[in-house]
Nanobody, 125 residues
Framework: QVKVAESGGGAVQAGGSLRLSCVVNGDISNTKCMGWFRQVSGKKREEVATIRVGTDRTYYFGSAKGRFTISQDDERTIHLEMRRLTPEDTAMYFC???????????????????WGQGTQVTVSS
């Protein structure tokens, strides 16, 4: 059984930075992609940044481009460095892994199978 756990969320003022971390435990032998996603209450979950495990292939979406950086320590741990935060970045941030279902198509949220509980990021103006 795979378990995903996020940490690092919190409250910050606009213009500030936060670093999120994600650790995956369990059988990751099939994992090809890991990523960060976010959701505002009442809205659809959206992609933020994803990474092909074991490579430097990364994908950024929307307003994350140029401000956020996804990185990996190893095959179980990834981070999301967020800079120049705005109130529009306020959301619950989720980490997920694909259990191999993506076949390397890390930009497709639908392939992500195992999700964490999320960590809240709140940016005040």
């Amino acid at each position: 059984q795979v378990k995903v756990a996020e940490s690092g969320g919190g409250a910050v003022q606009a213009g500030g930075s936060l670093r999120l971390s994600c650790v995956v435990n369990g059988d990751i032998s099939n994992t090809k992609c890991m990523g960060w996603f976010r959701q505002v209450s009442g809205k659809k979950r959206e992609e933020v940044a994803t990474i092909r495990v074991g490579t430097d292939r990364t994908y950024y979406f929307g307003s994350a481009k140029g401000r956020f950086t996804i990185s990996q320590d190893d095959e179980r741990t990834i981070h999301l460095e967020m800079r120049r935060l705005t109130p529009e970045d306020t959301a619950m941030y989720f980490c997920a892994e694909d259990a191999g279902d993506s076949w390397g198509h890390c930009y497709e949220m639908a392939y992500y199978k195992n999700w964490g509980q999320g960590t809240q990021v709140t940016v005040s103006s």
